[in-house]
């Protein structure tokens, strides 16, 4: 049974500072609120891996996987990711086949992949430089490849959850990385050899040409695209964003050009404990996102009620970072996907509820895959603003005033009057000439 939360403030008071809640429950007792234990999901899934943590040489097919970090910039940890066995191994780095699993798939696909890293200059790509030629040769594969790796030392390490990037497990300072039989992606190879070709372009050539997106951000990331001299590694967390960014701002600048929808459009999704409601309003393009985290979420953990933060853009769009990071780049691109095929412009505002059995984060991926999810479901159809919202409120758990407090498009929406809302009649104008 799972403890109201006013009983659970009363055992955290009753625990010692220096002692956790989780030593009450072992697990067994869900005090935490949480319907399953994060900390056992991620011991289960360390014991099932735990054989390959013993030794410094492991041997199976990498996805293919890399991940280059930011701890450090310019120089970084870089390193390929790699299970103890062989076979197809795709889906273990590739989340646009996750929605439907559960997070201790998730978990446990990301968790069999051991890290080896070493310290590599961002700018190494631009100078040839032979250390990363094989990972680069790696990013380039569009299937498993058999590989070994050779560490200095075991792999040790926790698991490590993000909600900009997916997780990963134990990692160990790369000595030596061999791979064998890597069949290359030739979009992406002839994207890599036109070193003329401006790393912008090259991200719009690549999804033009249906490269998956997570493809096309492991080719940035480890320095495959650009012009020739200034190619450099792009910290894993920073090119996830920044593909979504350019691919959506590519979109939005063409569904510009397109009539605006004719009614008011509301679309579902539910993934991971989290639910996703879009609304398409019959106006020009204009995005926003609010995200909702519930007590005992992962980052409101201690929160006695649901915490609310989000941003948005008009119209001619926004120059700073959005305050809620990459989850807003990814939605945008969702969005503008789907407005894309239906060649129609609209102003969309995005919510997005994180219940407590979204227990772990794993990356903004859930976002981009989420929202493309819900925009193919077949959409409700209003006729009116108040409609839209009424039904909204049905769907989720914050009542409607609250997501309109904290919505600039919502309140601009329903308050702001317009030249097109005042009609007057000939008369009434002949009267004012």
């Known amino acids: ?57 492991i041997q199976g097919s ?43 798939d998730i978990i446990d696909y990301r968790y069999s992949l051991i890290r080896g890293k070493m310290i590599v200059d961002i700018h190494e790509p631009s100078k040839n430089v032979k250390t990363i030629d094989t990972l680069q040769e790696l990013a380039m594969s569009n299937t498993s490849i058999e590989s070994e790796a050779q560490f200095t030392k075991r792999p040790t390490g926790r698991i490590i959850l993000s909600e900009y990037s997916q997780p990963f497990g134990p990692s160990a300072p790369l000595k030596s990385f061999l791979t064998s039989n890597i069949n290359v992606d030739r979009r992406i190879e002839k994207a890599f ?4 070709l401006k790393a912008s372009e090259a991200i719009q050539k690549l999804y033009g040409d249906g490269v998956l997106v997570t493809r096309i951000q492991r080719a940035l990331s480890i320095g495959l695209l650009g012009l020739g001299a ?9 090119s996830i964003t920044a593909v979504d960014s350019a691919l959506s701002l590519s979109l939005i600048n063409k569904i510009k050009d397109f009539d605006t929808i004719d009614d008011y459009s509301i679309y579902y999704f539910e993934n991971l404990g989290n639910i996703f409601i879009a609304i398409f309003l019959p106006r020009i393009w204009s995005f926003e996102w609010i995200e909702a985290w519930f007590p005992g979420t992962v980052w409101n953990v201690g929160g006695s009620y649901a915490s609310l933060m989000g941003d948005f853009e008009g119209h001619k769009g926004r120059s700073a970072y959005a305050r809620v990071g990459g989850c807003y780049y990814s939605a945008r691109l969702a969005v503008a996907e789907k407005l894309g095929l239906l060649r129609k412009q609209a102003t969309a505002i995005v919510f997005r509820e994180i219940h407590p059995e979204y227990m772990l984060p794993v990356g903004v991926w859930n976002v981009r895959e989420s ?63």
């Open 371 to 433: 929202m493309r999810k819900a925009l193919e479901t077949k959409p409700l159809h209003f006729n009116t603003l108040e409609e839209s919202l009424n039904y909204v409120e049905n769907k989720l758990t914050i009542p409607i005033k609250k997501w309109i407090k904290n919505s600039s498009l919502l309140k601009d929406a329903l308050y702001q009057k317009r030249i097109t809302d005042f009609k007057i009649s000939y008369d009434t104008y002949q009267n004012f000439n």
């Open 193 to 196: 050899y036109d070193r003329d």
């Open 1 to 57: 049974m799972v403890l109201k939360r006013n009983d659970q403030k009363k055992i955290f008071q009753k625990v010692n500072s220096k002692k956790s809640i989780c030593l009450l429950c072992k697990g067994g007792k869900l005090l935490c609120g949480k319907p399953y234990c994060p900390v056992l999901i991620k011991a289960q899934a360390m014991a099932k891996h735990s054989g390959a943590f013993n030794s410094t040489n």
């Open 62 to 104: 990498t996805p293919p996987a890399i991940f280059v970090g930011r701890l450090g910039y310019p120089k970084v940890l870089v390193g390929p990711m790699i299970p103890s066995y062989f076979g197809d191994t795709e889906i273990l780095d590739t989340p646009e086949l996750w929605v439907g699993k559960s997070i201790n």
């Open 230 to 238: 200034r190619r450099k590694l792009v910290p894993t967390r920073w």
